[in-house]
């Protein structure tokens, strides 16, 4: 876990693992920190695979404790 030494905040974790004899590490990257109801959160998450990137996640919105319906937990056809 990397933490930024001014802010405090996560900026990135390191995870390695072994896959079929050969070292795999799994680099996640939070950057695009915004203030949401208070709580500084990431807007960007990048993940890569052995120093290659795999997937980047932008949000555009983020809410906190939303009321959800019971029905957004049922599965269809039931």
């Given at each position: ?69 019971d ?8």
């Amino acid at each position: 876990h990397y933490i930024g030494a001014e802010t405090g905040l996560p900026l990135r974790t390191v995870e390695t693992f072994e896959q079929q004899g050969m070292k795999q590490e799994i680099r996640t990257d939070f950057s695009d920190y915004q203030s949401v109801d208070g709580m500084l959160v990431p807007f960007t998450t990048t993940q890569s695979m052995s120093g290659k990137p795999v997937v980047t996640i932008k949000v555009q919105k983020m809410e906190f404790n939303v009321p959800i319906e019971d029905e957004f937990f049922q599965m269809p056809g039931k």
